[in-house]
């Protein structure tokens, strides 16, 4: 016997606290972070050969990997990906 769902769900509650956007924003931050530091590991690129790549410091790369920066921008999200062989795809639902 399924029961239906009661309350409101955690969008909801999100939203209703107006940090969806937020906490949305800083969940994809992250999910693209990790997704970039897996392709490293895989290729075995340096936080240094991904700077080279990307035309940019280490110090950008470090911030770009660190889930709770983020002020790290769609263009170099698009860059860190290009530089690890990847691509970003964007769905909007």
């Known amino acids: 016997m399924k029961r239906a769902n009661k309350g409101s769900s955690f969008d909801d509650w ?10 949305t924003a800083a969940a994809v931050k992250r999910i693209v972070a990790v997704q970039i530091e897996r392709a490293m590991e895989k290729r075995e690129l340096t936080k240094a050969e991904v700077a080279r790549r990307m035309h940019t410091s280490r110090a950008a790369v470090d911030r770009l990997l660190d889930p709770q920066n983020g002020s790290v921008t769609l263009n170099t999200l ?6 690890v062989g990847c691509q970003v795809r964007l769905e909007i639902v």
């Open 78 to 83: 698009y860059k860190a990906a290009a530089a």
């Open 14 to 23: 999100l939203k209703e606290e107006g940090i969806y956007e937020e906490v």
